[in-house]
Structures are given as structure tokens and as C-alpha cells.
């Protein structure tokens, strides 16, 4: 499995971003893609995800109602873009990004991730 994101960013309080992942080489038709971030200092924390099987979402409580997790499926069924839309952006957000994947139809904690993309920035000032 390849995890690829891009749209790293800088943003101010209350304004948005976009995060995209490419993610391809699944095997099973059943898997999940999240993302997950870790602050400095601070543990990781599951984001969203989302499942191939019926595209049920999670959201942590900390970004309910102001991020919101989505996923294109190439016509072959061989590459999925998972965008991850960040929107009233807080400082807290400050954290580096990763794009995450799992087989199953469940999302995991996330050290249960087997699948990491490199990670992207993202920093919202004040």
C-alpha cells in the first residue's frame, strides 16, 4: 500500500485547508483510510477515517462539524484520493498530518495504522 499526501499548508484561525492522499496497492477490498496527527509534545490523535466498504466516516470530537473526510475511487478501482476539507481552522490544529490505511471496515486507533503516508505540515496562527 502507497500513501501519498499533498496540501500542506499555513493558515490563519478560522480560515481552511485541504488535505489529499493518493493511496494505492490495496489487495482486499475492504480497508479503511484515515488520517491521524501528532502536535509537538503530544500524542497522536485519529482524525477521520473512512471505509471502502460503505464509506461510513469517523470524526474525532476535537474536529466534528468543521472537518470533513471524502473519497474519489478511480474507475479501475485502483487509486483512491481521500481528501481530508479542514475548515474554522484552530491553532490547536498545528500538526503534522499523516494520511493513514488498514484492512478491515472498522477505523482503528492509531497505532493500529499498518499504513503511513510521509506526513504533511500543517500550522494555523493566531
Known amino acids: 500500500v502507497q500513501l501519498v499526501e499533498s496540501g500542506e499548508g499555513l493558515a490563519q484561525a478560522g480560515g481552511s485547508l485541504r488535505l489529499s492522499c493518493a493511496a494505492s496497492?490495496?489487495?482486499?477490498?475492504?480497508?479503511?483510510i484515515g488520517w491521524v496527527r501528532q502536535a509537538p509534545g503530544k500524542e497522536r490523535e485519529g482524525v477521520s477515517c473512512i471505509s471502502s466498504r460503505n464509506g461510513n466516516t469517523y470524526y474525532a470530537d476535537s474536529v466534528k462539524g468543521r472537518f470533513t473526510i471524502s473519497r474519489d475511487v478511480s474507475s479501475d478501482n485502483v487509486k483512491n484520493v481521500v481528501y481530508l476539507q479542514m475548515n474554522s481552522l484552530k491553532p490547536e490544529d498545528t500538526a503534522v498530518y499523516f494520511c493513514?490505511?488498514?484492512?478491515?471496515?472498522?477505523?482503528?486507533?492509531?497505532?493500529?495504522?499498518?499504513?503511513w503516508g510521509q506526513g504533511t505540515q500543517v500550522t494555523v496562527s493566531t
Open positions: 496497492g490495496f489487495v482486499h477490498d475492504d480497508f479503511v
Open positions: 493513514t490505511a488498514e484492512y478491515g471496515i472498522l477505523c482503528p486507533s492509531p497505532e493500529e495504522y499498518d499504513y
